[in-house]
């Protein structure tokens, strides 16, 4: 059988990579790159070693930026208010690569490492079914086989590779979110050791000076660092080592998964914390009141299908049409200050703004009557006050 393998060269793609290999099937591996740091290295040598017969590297960071992070900053997307969807968005861009190769390459199967508890699964799944044919399997031997540490490397073993030396935690990493799970993040009373940690200083060492930084966006995507311009991807790096080294873009929490389990989740994403922040603030300088809680139904519900692996869902393409439409105005400069973990907004500007400093001025400029005010709050008011007294609920 030909089987195309989503291979990340770690532990668990590696041993499902050495097992398929044992078992005679001939595996195509696919290795996706979104950003992730150092990970790749050496990853397509190891895979010939393990038995692949074909090697696939792809460098998606671009289309990456540019496709599932634009969008996710124009949705001000955060799962729960708090996780900002690295890994979700991956996800099905690492899927629909690994089904192009299996489609290219006539491949019976395809494989990942997604185990039953996660997430993942579903966001994989979902896409390979959307894109492959009906007769190409999906298999998944973590959750069928239930693959323990230990058998994968008992499996390495037997090729002769070393497990290396495998942290303890489990890290997923990309352009747009650094997750860190297990090990004592399992308790969620425990705080997580710094150890944890790789984007981000702790708070309390961060400099005693705070980072000013100006962003500038065009249509809600962001497009320059203090006036100078750069590509979305080269942005975002440059945010997360900045902002990091400041203390700031760490997540804690305890998150509802899809598969009905609660986990407690640690995450760094500095660039992506402080670019939604930022989002967020100068929509609400541009938006009428409507518009600004409109706006937040549109982004919940683009957030959750993302979360919940449903990238094949129609009514995602809807949203983000309107999501699109809206952010044609959300174009301007964002102040922003980040000083020992915490960020501030400290100034916004752009050429849709109605914000009116004549208007909002006490001294000077239009001022509404006594009459004028009077009546508007009669108005307002009037279904309210009506319907408690209707039902008997005024108490004097």
Known sequence: MRVVLAYSGGLDTSAILAMLSEQGHEVITVTVGVGQEGELEGVEEKAYRLGAVKHYTIDARREFAYRMVSAAIKANALYEDKYPLGTALARPLIAEKVAEVAVKEGADAVAHG???????????????????RDDVRIIAPVREARLTRRKAIEILARHGVSAGIHG???????????????????DPMAEPPEDAFAWTVAPEKAPDEPLYLEVGFEKGVPVSINGERMSLEKLIAVLNKLAGSHGYGRVDHIENRVVGLKSREVYEAPAALLLIEAHRDLEKTVYTPRELRFKRLLDQYWTDLVYQGLWV?????VLEEAINYMNQWVTGTVRVKVYKGSLSIVGRSSDYSSYDAALIDYDRGWYPS????????????????????ARGLRKV
Not at 168 to 186: Q, T
């Open 168 to 186: 303890k935690y489990s890290v997923d990493e990309n352009l747009w979110s650094r997750s860190i799970e297990g090990g004592i993040l399992d």
């Open 313 to 317: 869902e129609p009514l995602r393409l």
């Open 114 to 132: 997604c185990t039953a508890k996660g997430n993942d699964q579903v966001r994989f799944d979902t896409v390979l079914r959307f894109y492959l």
């Open 370 to 389: 006594d009459e004028e005010a009077r009546g508007f709050i009669t108005i307002w008011a009037m279904h309210s006050i009506a319907a408690l007294k």
